[in-house]
């Protein structure tokens, strides 16, 4: 059974910095290519970032260039999203997907972690 | 890049049929065969119902089904049951710069 189970959130204040982390279990990780989308509370879903099968190839939104950086451990079947100098409106449950066989389409998802921006 | 444009809210009785449209511009839906729909219960992981505008992912109903003409993409919900409450996002693929733009999101009530 395909499994995105990610981790990480949590209270920071506007500013600081935090690592959410995607587990991914029931598929070859080695074999697809993932992306993190971040909902804000009551809004619609945002594409956040792109990574492709080996790191070569990532592409972030324009509202988080240059403040979040997104990587994969293939040793650890493992998708991260390091955050920093993050802002209120970064205040989202973020979700990792897998991008299906087909592309361009997201298959499989987690259930999200919530990340609040607040003093 | 501006959010593809849904209607707030759908809703019908059971066994109707409901169409919620996604409309984007010449440069997203409009050029691209990359339009994909997810039903999302708030709380749990969204799931993929419509992939490359009109097709169905393995265990979708085949209620489900979607369509495009020009810059706008449509699902359409027959034979609505309560489970297909929800809120449905579209999205679409939109160039190497922009890369993907999702809908504002639909929620769909069953009466």
């Known amino acids: 059974e395909v499994q995105l189970v990610e981790s990480g959130g949590g209270l920071v204040q506007p500013g600081g910095s935090l690592r959410l982390s995607c587990a991914a279990s029931g598929f070859i990780f080695n074999s697809y290519k993932f992306h993190w989308v971040r909902q804000a509370p009551g809004k619609g879903l945002e594409w956040v970032s792109y990574?492709?099968?080996?790191?070569?190839?990532?592409y972030y939104a324009d509202s988080v260039k240059g403040r979040f950086t997104i990587s994969r451990d293939s040793a650890k079947n493992s998708l991260y999203l390091q955050m920093n100098s993050l802002r209120a409106e970064d205040t989202a449950v973020y979700f990792c997907a897998r991008e299906s066989a087909n592309y361009y389409d997201f298959d499989y998802w987690g259930q999200g972690t919530l990340v609040t921006v607040s003093s | 890049q501006s959010a593809l444009t849904q209607p707030a809210s759908v809703s019908g009785s059971p066994g109707q049929s409901i169409t919620i449209s996604c409309t984007g511009t010449?440069?997203?839906?409009?050029?691209?065969?990359?339009v994909s729909w997810y039903q999302h219960h708030p709380g749990k992981a969204p799931k993929l119902m419509i992939y490359?505008?009109?097709k169905r992912p393995s265990g979708v109903s085949i209620r489900f089904s979607g369509s495009k003409s020009g810059n706008t993409a449509s699902l359409t919900i027959s034979g609505l049951q309560a489970e297909d409450e929800a809120d449905y996002y579209c999205c679409s693929f939109a160039g190497s710069n922009i890369h993907y733009v999702f809908g504002s999101g639909t929620k769909v009530t069953v009466l």
């Open positions: 990574i492709d099968f080996s790191g070569a190839e990532i």
């Open positions: 490359e505008v009109t």
């Open positions: 010449s440069s997203d839906v409009g050029s691209y065969n990359l």
